[in-house]
């Protein structure tokens, strides 16, 4: 292997990570109102951020079903929440149990 195709090849690596686009983290929003979240099924990335805003007349929560690895304290009506995705998750209202969500990864 010569000593310019390993030159070539460091040059043209060098070009592309000048160039390569890293996307930036998105926020999305999650409404709740009239006793569901809406969308009550979103696909993010990971390392987005999923906000829930409270728009119902009573409090409520947002609780990983699982393992119950995540939960927000109970979000008051006007309240929001926010968290940064790191798993695919399905999620509800731990007071209002029939709500339910979803969170899917890309």
Not at 58 to 80: F, Y
């Amino acid at each position: 292997m010569s000593k310019y195709y390993i030159c070539f090849a460091f040059v043209v690596f060098l070009f592309a990570s000048c160039f390569s686009v890293k996307e930036k983290p998105k926020a999305y929003t999650v409404e709740i109102k009239n006793m569901k979240f809406v969308p009550d099924d979103i696909t993010v990335k990971q390392g987005d951020t999923i906000i829930w805003v409270n728009h119902d007349m009573m409090a409520h929560d947002v609780t990983e079903e699982g393992s119950k690895q995540w939960t927000s304290s109970i979000i008051p009506s006007g309240g929001s929440w926010k968290m940064g995705v790191t798993a695919a998750a399905n999620y509800y209202c731990s007071i209002h149990v029939v709500m339910k969500g979803k969170i899917r990864l890309q």
